[in-house]
């Protein structure tokens, strides 16, 4: 029943910023993580940032740090992730996922339960 619906992907131009939104619906726990994964061509899915509604911690992967902020509006059931000066290497399949429970920023976006089906982003160089 849990379904999580993603927007605000697009085509955009090197240095330029998009953010992103994720509807959450159906999830009836009051802990819960949510994130953002991606996917590039030919490439792993990677964890770029998650973060629980518990504490508020959050876990950003190395290549996003300092350019990229998640954030989560519980009364609105919204997760959103700010990506500032994008580089082509950021174009991807971008994903929200979702799994109850409080962890540790650093499992925060292992083992996720519920995704989304993505959101394209092109970052254009």
């Known amino acids: 029943e849990v379904q999580l619906v993603e927007s605000g992907g697009g085509l955009v131009q090197t240095g330029r910023s998009l953010k992103l939104s994720c509807v959450v619906s159906?999830?009836?726990?009051?802990?819960?993580?949510i994130g953002w994964f991606r996917q590039a061509p030919g490439k792993e899915r990677e964890a770029i940032s998650c973060?629980?509604?518990?504490?508020?911690?959050?876990y950003y992967a190395d290549s996003v740090k300092g350019r990229f902020t998640i954030s989560n509006d519980n009364a609105q059931k919204t997760v959103y992730l700010q990506m500032n000066s994008l580089k082509p290497e950021d174009t991807a399949v971008y994903y929200c996922?979702?799994?109850?429970?409080?962890?540790?920023?650093?499992?925060?976006?292992?083992?996720?339960?519920?995704w989304g089906k993505g959101t394209l982003v092109t970052v254009s160089s």
């Open positions: 996922a979702a799994k109850s429970g409080d962890y540790y920023p650093v499992h925060l976006c292992l083992y996720m339960k519920h």
């Open positions: 159906g999830f009836t726990g009051d802990r819960y993580a």
């Open positions: 973060i629980s509604n518990v504490d508020g911690g959050t």
